[in-house]
């Protein structure tokens, strides 16, 4: 029975190096929200998981300097304010644009190892977007 279920897809997956096996760097994005340089605000509208078009600029500029510095870690800190739910929709509302802005930066050519996405209160939001929609994402020092 074992070799039947080690010679499906997923065999090949754990078998080939490359990014579908890739763990995430060590690094931790405790403080991040301090961080005033290199910290970009995305815009989402009300109860959105996904950022709309008004993010895409300030997306490809934070792609575009984690490419830059490939030795820095990238968190991504997911915001969702009190009147998106309560506080456990508000959360996973706010997890949920964290990962959408991750994926966005993976596909935008940051190495997927190199971000954490998390979610955080509304609190910690950075920008001219309301605190509560928006997703930062912050390029840690080296």
Known sequence: MIPFL???????ALLLPGRAG???RPFTC?????????????????????????????LA?????AKQSPDRMVCVLGHAGA????AQAG???????AGAVATLLAKLGVERDRIRAEARRAAFARGAVPVERSVTVVLLPP
Do not use: C, S
């Not at 080690?6 to 090949?12: I, K, M, N, S």
């Not at 959360?91 to 644009?97: G, P, V």
């Open 6 to 12: 080690l010679a499906g897809p997923l065999a090949v």
């Open 22 to 24: 890739a763990q995430p």
């Open 30 to 58: 405790v403080g991040a929200e301090q961080l005033e340089e290199d910290a970009f605000a995305i815009p989402f509208d009300r109860g959105a998981a996904t950022p709309g078009e008004g993010a895409r600029a300030n």
């Open 61 to 65: 500029a934070a792609a575009e300097r």
């Open 83 to 86: 009147q998106e739910g309560g």
């Open 91 to 97: 959360t996973a509302l706010a997890a949920r644009r």
